[in-house]
């Protein structure tokens, strides 16, 4: 009796098991919050104003009326209303993604269905899980969108860009649906249909990438900014940021090639700096995808300050005219930029530089020599020459 007893037991228990195992292998995965936004959390805050918070739309012009949020311990288990003021910015994480908010931004998250809402700003995402699918809205034009690896959206009334960095990008549009391609834009406007269009692609291979700079001696503070060559790109924004929220543009340039010198020292009340560069189509008016950031460390003093930010030396050792061509020989501070005649010219490793200029007619003619240091200090000189020859 108690064998058999112990072999119906035995069998129940197989049984059991194997549905278990069964259970485990065939069931469903929870795909209930698949392309909705859950698990919210606000992981940095950076700026010197504030984040606030509200049950109820907040007042754009009584932003300071609402509550402050506190990440520690701000839960979110209530329908809310998040806005930062003009100085700040902040970062929160959710099924897999990371999303930067930028200063005077303005977003709807519904913690009961998981839905989140760009209403007015700008907000980058980066997905840290590639293959997670999220889905935001920005009403009243898009009700869905599934997010791509990565990209920026700017929501304002007069219309919405979408800029597509990574990964495929779909949303809905008069009931149909659509996709977005990499290194691609889509602009909405007011009584106007939407619009795709290329953008360049992210600059690679960015130096320094990570550093830690120790100030020494002079000239240790200036840092020599290069990037790979985006393909058909003549212009480039390079952009200097207080911390990785972008929500400070310290400095914001645009250049004409692949490099940039640049002195820190002029930021000194800064310790850390992160930088970003992409290519650009002025003519389009158009970004192009960002690089990724790059992050400097700054250490260290230099007690000659002064010395250091004063307006570069340009000593200009020949000035020789044969026939209507004007052979320039000088010398400059090595980390500046020279322009001659507004022309950029290249300065040598140890600042000597040649440049040549060729007029078509007889004549007095002035070059106009400006040298800009890296810290942005210029130094201006004007020179004469003399065309006898045609």
């Not at 839960?75 to 959710?94: G, K, M, S």
Request: charged letters at 20%; proline letters at 4%.
């Amino acid at each position: 009796m108690n064998k058999i007893r112990f072999g119906f037991l035995a069998i129940v228990l197989i049984i059991s098991i194997a549905a278990v195992l069964t259970f485990n292998i065939f069931k469903t995965p929870a795909l209930s919050k698949i392309g909705k936004v859950s698990d919210f959390k606000i992981t940095q805050v950076a700026g010197s104003g504030g984040l606030y918070v509200d049950k109820n739309p907040i007042d754009r012009g009584e932003i300071f009326l609402a509550q402050k949020v506190d990440i520690k311990e701000m839960l979110y288990a209530d329908d809310i209303y998040l806005a930062t003021d003009q100085h700040t910015a902040f970062e929160f994480y959710c099924s897999g993604v990371s999303f930067k908010v930028l200063p005077d931004s303005y977003l709807h998250y519904r913690p009961g269905t998981g839905d989140l809402e760009f209403s007015q700003g700008e907000f980058l995402w980066r997905k840290e899980i590639t293959d997670s699918l999220v889905e935001v809205s920005i009403p009243p034009t898009f009700r869905v969108i599934t997010l791509s690896i990565a990209g920026k959206a700017g929501v304002a009334p007069a219309g919405v860009k979408i800029w597509n960095y990574a990964g495929e990008l779909k949303f809905k549009d008069g009931g149909e649906s659509f996709s977005l391609q990499p290194n691609t834009v889509l602009t909405t406007a007011k009584n106007q249909k939407t619009s795709t269009a290329y953008i360049f692609e992210a600059p690679g291979f960015i130096s320094p990438e990570e550093k830690v700079i120790i100030m020494d001696q002079p000239g240790d503070s200036v840092v020599k900014f290069n990037w790979k060559v985006v393909n058909g790109a003549q212009r480039y924004i390079f952009r200097l940021y207080s911390s990785n929220l972008m929500e400070n543009i310290l400095y914001e340039k645009e250049v004409d090639a692949n490099r940039l010198n640049l002195d820190l020292l002029q930021f000194e009340d800064f310790g850390t700096f992160y930088w970003q560069v992409c290519a650009n189509d002025p003519g389009n008016g158009r970004e192009g995808s960002p690089s990724q950031m790059g992050v400097l460390k700054l250490t260290g003093a230099l007690f000659n300050r002064e010395n250091v930010l004063k307006p570069p030396e340009l000593t200009i050792k020949s000035l020789d005219v044969n026939g209507n061509l004007v052979l320039i020989e000088g010398i400059t501070d090595k980390n500046a930029q020279l322009y001659v005649n507004n022309s950029p010219v290249q300065v040598n490793p140890d600042g000597t530089f040649i440049h040549t200029i060729h007029f078509t007619k007889i004549g007095k003619y002035k070059i106009t020599f400006r040298v800009v240091s890296a810290s942005g200090s210029e130094t201006t000189l004007e020179k004469f020459a003399t065309i006898y020859d045609e």
